[in-house]
Structures are given as structure tokens and as C-alpha cells.
């Protein structure tokens, strides 16, 4: 990784970590006592780490200059083993918090190990971990191939990557220690939040930088979507986080909101995190990968944009659905229903847009696990935004709301969608970026997509049969006018749902573990391949992409 | 001056509504255009070629 820096870039890097280890060392100082102390140490043990590895490579010759003629894909190799690795240990998380529903004496009576410790870094880790690594490393392939311009430099993009996991890290640490902001996937405390920022800003400056570098006349459409992902996201995050710290040395801070305005900049924040992290990028990754993939242009390049603007304009208006029947007016209420209603329109011209480009490439669907990958992401992108839409009508949602359906719903988003779409776009990648002809095992490949798709098929039908149970049970009446079930008694109807999907989630959890190995085998075998093939090899190479995932 | 309830939907009736339909019919006239369907198609293409370097010229 260093030996690709030029000069002037790894002093650039020793720079920004010194300036980082300064901050780590202020905030240990200053937080003693506090988690804040804790994460200042883990702050400096990074940077100081990130100063080693530095100076172990400092006199390293120049890269050569004929390192412009081809894109720079170190970084993306990285982010895709970190997605990799993010997914093994937010998925396992997951299925961990899954059976503490089903046993909730599971918990060792260790803090720690409270659910509601555990269960932000599953969704953290899957959401931030895995499905974030993953976006930012697609995303740095396709605005290179798509602009046919290298990034402008080669700091940045390492910068984005780290700076990002260590971000995932300070927030997943965070939680263990009880650290929250205690909103709903905006978790991670002020001074994290502010780190964040910072890359944030600086990974949406690159994408600029890189388009301005472009070749291409018209700027694909996958890159419109990548960006509204960026700049959206770094919207929301600003505004949700606007806290007061208690105090410079205290993890601890009270946002700028309260009450229902709390609420809605919450809602607001958390539907358009579904819509500009979880959609909207994985619609880049989509529009990309499927037709590079099935060998054939997108079935309607302006299907695409339109729905890109449907999906932009729409999706910002529809957050207060998660506020029906509170203390969020009326009126506001409506227009979020009517709008997440009109969402549906350009969600199924996406979904559409498509299934119609794998029209006539069936074939391929069947033969090819990877493409059937992203074509099992499309139909279940159609499924769950129309589930969405018809969720968000008020009286529906008197029925789903606070039930497991929406955990059902969530789900087929993120399993069905995110998730397979993301390991549609990885497995193609792979062999591209590490130079092969096909992944290691194309039977492993196939296990993993029914896993997946068993484990997906599994865990929502168990969360629509509970939610849907608990929803009715707690509306029944009986003839005094009172209800009929107590609270407890729809807990103990759920007990078989919890098990089985606990049980679904583990196949998906198998499945992304098989994948993992496949990716490692993939480029192991990558690497030895190229090393009988030129035996100054390591002399010349410095191999950091296979050595990375060791670390 | 505080903001009212009322001030507010009077806000989304009147000015939000033809922003929408503005915006939408902005998008409908691009994405229509005559001449943009020639780089369109060209993008939509262009993804599909195997030339895996950046250009330099």
C-alpha cells in the first residue's frame, strides 16, 4: 500500500497521522475515565500503527509512472475484503441478537451482551460495515471505468477506506461499551460523528475530482446514483447529529431536537438512510455490474434517469410514515403516506428497467449464479418497495407498525436486495480485479446463492406470519370492550417465529461465510498464479492487495 | 415570525406543488430531448467495452 504513495503523498499520510494520533492522544487524555478515554487510545493505537507502516515503506522506490496507464484498484480490493469481513461479523451478530428474542437468558448477565448493546452492531456492521465498504469500493471501480480517468491520486481513496472503517470501528466498540446517541442507526456519539464528516466530505470531493477527470461526455447514470448516495448521506448525517457534548472529555451528548421534532429529524434521517444508502447506491452498483455482466446495455437508459429523479424527489418527503398515529400532525403524516405511495412508481421502473435488461438473457441467469444474484436483487427490490409503499398507508400501519412485519420488511430489503446485489457485484468483480478467469469454486458460488436465498425466504416469511399474528392479537377485543391477549401472551405466540428466524438468518450468515472463503481461495490462488509467472515478482510487486486480508 | 400550521400548508399547496410538477416536467423535457438520445445510447454501451485503461491523450 505504501510503496504505491508517491513522496510527496506518504508524507502527506504521515502528516494526517500524526495529526490523528495527536487527537487520539487528547481525547484519551481528556476522556480518562470516560469510554471517550477508551476510544482515544484506540484512535492513537491506530494512527501510531498507520505511522509504522509509514515509515517501514518510506524509502520504498517511487511507483512507477506508468502506473497511470491503468486504474487504481488497490483500494477497491481493500474495501471489498472489509465488506467481506464486515458481513461475516454483522451477520453473525445478527443471528446472535436472533437467538437472544428466542432465549432472552442467553446474555451472560454481562452488559455487554444485552441485546440492546448487540443489536447496533449488527445493524451497524451490516449496514455501515459491509453494505458502506462495499458501495465505497464499487464505487471507486465504476467511476474510474465508467469517466475512463484513474483516481486523481492515490492517498485519497485510502484515506476514504480507513478513515471510514475506523469510523465503523469507534462506533461498533462503542455500543459493546454502551456508548449511544440512542437514534436509530445514527447511533455513534459527537466526536465520531465529526470523524466521520471529515471523510465523508473528503470521499464526495474525490468523486467530483475523478468526473472532472472524465473522458466520457455524458456521465453514466451509475455515478448520478453514487452520488446522491454521498451527498444525501453526508445531509442526513449532519443534520441528524447536531448534538451538544456534555463536555470536551465526556462521550455523552443531548441533540439539538427534542420531541416530536426530534422524531421527525430522526425519521427523516433514518427513511432516507434506507433511501440514499441502502437504494440509492445499490442502484449504481446495479445499473453497472447487471449490464456488464449479462453483456447487454440497460434495457432503457431513460427509465434510469427518471427513476432517478422519482427516487430522489420522492424519497425525501416520506420519513414521517414512521411517525403514523404519534404526536407528529396530521398533515404530516398524509403527505409521508402519499409520497412513500407515489415511490412506488419509480422503484418498479428501476425494478423493471432491470429485469427487461435480462430479458432475452435468461440463459445466462440460469447458468450463471452470479447474475442470477443480482437478478433474484431486482425482484426483491420490486417486492419490498411495494411492501413499503403499502405499509406506509395509515390504517395498514396501524395493523404493521411496532410488529415484527417490519422486521420482515426490513429484511427483504436488505437481504433480498442489498445484501444479494452486493455479492452479485463482489463475486463479479473479484476475478476482474485480481485478474482471473472465475472465482475459485462456481460451485461455491451456487451454494451460497440458495443459502442465501433459503435463508432470506425463511426469515421474512417467519416475520410476516409474526408480525402479523402480534399485530391482530393486539387489536382483538373481547365482548367486555378489553383486549383478549396480554403483551406476554403474543410474546409466547412468537417463540417457534423467533427459532425459525434465528434458523434463516443462519444460512444467510453460512452463505456469506462460504463466500468469504471463495473470495480469499479466489485470490490466493490469484496470487500464486502471478508469483510462478514472474519470479522477480516480489521484488517488483510488492504484493499488498493478497497480503491485506492477513492483517 | 414564527411558523404556523397554517403558513405551512399553504407553503406545500401552493409553491411545493409546482416545484414538483416543475421539477418533473424539467427532467421529462432532458430526458426526451432529441439530442440527448444519441449519448445516452452511448453510454449505455460504452460500459460494455473491454478496454480496461483509463484514456490518455
Given amino acids: 500500500m505504501v510503496a504505491e504513495l508517491t513522496k510527496n503523498e506518504r508524507q502527506a499520510a504521515l502528516i494526517i497521522l500524526l495529526a490523528l494520533a495527536v487527537t487520539g492522544l487528547a481525547m484519551a487524555a481528556g476522556g480518562r475515565g470516560d469510554p471517550l478515554g477508551v476510544h482515544g487510545a484506540l484512535v492513537l493505537v491506530a494512527a501510531i500503527g498507520g505511522i509504522f507502516a ?28 472489509a465488506a467481506m469481513v464486515w458481513a461475516v461479523i454483522g451477520m453473525a451478530v445478527g443471528d446472535w441478537v436472533a437467538w437472544l428474542l428466542a432465549y432472552p437468558e442467553w446474555t451472560f448477565d454481562a452488559a455487554w451482551a444485552s441485546f440492546g448493546r448487540l443489536r447496533p452492531v449488527h445493524t451497524s456492521g451490516v449496514i455501515f460495515g459491509f453494505g458502506g465498504n462495499a ?134 434521517y433514518g427513511h432516507n438512510a434506507v433511501a440514499f444508502f441502502l437504494t440509492s447506491g ?11 455482466r449479462a453483456g447487454r446495455p440497460i434495457y432503457s437508459y431513460r427509465m434510469s434517469i427518471i427513476s432517478f429523479w422519482g427516487i430522489t424527489f420522492f424519497y ?58 443480482m437478478m433474484v436483487a431486482a425482484v426483491f427490490y420490486g417486492l419490498s418497495t411495494f411492501e413499503g409503499s403499502f405499509m406506509a ?100 405466540a412468537m417463540h417457534p417465529y423467533y427459532i425459525a428466524r434465528a434458523v434463516g438468518g443462519a444460512f444467510f450468515l453460512l452463505g456469506a461465510i462460504i463466500g468469504f472463503y471463495n473470495i480469499w481461495m479466489t485470490i490466493r490462488t490469484a496470487a500464486q498464479a502471478q508469483a510462478q509467472a514472474s519470479p522477480d515478482y516480489s521484488v517488483v510487486g510488492v504484493d499488498i492487495p493478497a497480503v491485506q486480508p492477513g492483517e | 415570525m414564527t411558523i404556523t400550521h397554517d403558513l405551512l400548508v399553504w407553503l406545500s399547496k401552493s409553491f411545493g406543488l409546482f416545484y414538483l410538477i416543475g421539477l418533473s416536467l424539467i427532467v421529462l423535457v432532458y430526458t426526451y430531448w432529441p439530442a440527448n438520445q444519441k449519448p445516452f445510447k452511448q453510454a449505455a454501451r460504452a460500459i460494455l467495452d473491454d478496454d480496461d485503461k483509463p484514456y490518455r491523450g
Fill in chain 1, 54 to 81: 509509514v515509515i517501514g515503506g518510506y524509502y520504498a522506490p517511487e511507483p512507477p509512472a506508468d502506473r497511470l496507464d491503468s486504474y487504481y484498484d488497490s483500494p477497491t480490493k481493500f474495501g471489498i475484503i
Fill in chain 1, 135 to 268: 458501495l465505497i469500493a464499487t464505487s471507486f471501480y465504476v467511476m474510474q471505468r465508467t469517466s475512463r480517468a484513474r483516481l486523481p491520486d492515490q492517498l485519497t481513496p485510502w484515506f476514504v477506506l480507513l478513515g471510514y472503517n475506523l469510523f465503523c470501528v469507534v462506533a461498533a466498540t462503542g455500543y459493546l461499551m454502551g456508548v449511544t446517541q440512542s437514534k436509530e442507526y445514527a447511533e455513534p456519539e459527537w466526536y465520531a460523528d465529526i470523524w466521520l464528516v471529515i471523510v465523508w466530505v473528503t470521499y464526495f470531493v474525490l468523486y467530483l475530482r475523478t468526473l472532472n477527470r472524465r473522458k466520457e461526455p455524458h456521465i453514466y447514470v451509475s455515478n448520478w446514483y453514487y452520488m446522491a448516495f454521498v451527498l444525501v448521506v453526508a445531509m442526513l448525517h449532519i443534520v441528524n447529529n447536531l448534538a451538544v457534548p456534555v463536555s470536551w472529555g465526556e462521550a455523552k451528548s443531548y441533540s439539538l431536537f427534542s420531541g416530536v421534532q426530534d422524531a421527525m429529524t430522526q425519521w427523516w
Fill in chain 1, 282 to 292: 445499490f442502484l449504481g452498483m446495479m445499473y453497472y455490474y447487471m449490464p456488464k
Fill in chain 1, 316 to 373: 425525501m418527503w416520506v420519513g414521517s410514515h414512521h411517525l403514523h398515529y404519534t404526536a407528529l400532525p396530521q398533515w404530516v403524516q398524509s403527505l409521508g403516506m402519499t409520497f412513500s405511495v407515489m415511490l412506488l412508481v419509480p422503484s418498479w421502473v428501476s425494478a423493471g428497467n432491470a429485469l427487461m435488461t435480462l430479458n432475452g438473457a435468461w440463459h445466462k441467469v440460469r447458468d450463471d449464479a452470479v447474475l442470477r444474484f
Fill in chain 1, 393 to 492: 398507508i395509515r390504517p395498514v400501519n396501524a395493523l404493521s407498525h411496532y410488529t415484527d412485519w417490519t422486521i420482515g420488511h426490513v429484511h427483504a430489503g436488505v437481504l433480498g436486495w442489498v445484501a444479494m446485489i452486493t455479492f452479485g457485484a463482489i463475486y463479479a468483480s473479484v476475478p476482474w480485479l485480481w485478474k482471473r478467469d472465475g472465482m475459485y469454486s462456481a460451485k461455491l458460488v451456487e451454494a451460497h446463492f440458495w443459502l442465501a436465498l433459503a435463508g432470506t425466504i425463511i426469515y421474512v416469511f417467519a416475520m410476516w406470519n409474526s408480525g402479523i399474528i402480534q399485530g391482530l392479537m393486539w387489536r382483538t377485543y373481547n365482548e367486555s370492550g378489553t383486549l383478549a391477549y396480554s403483551f406476554v401472551d403474543s410474546l409466547v
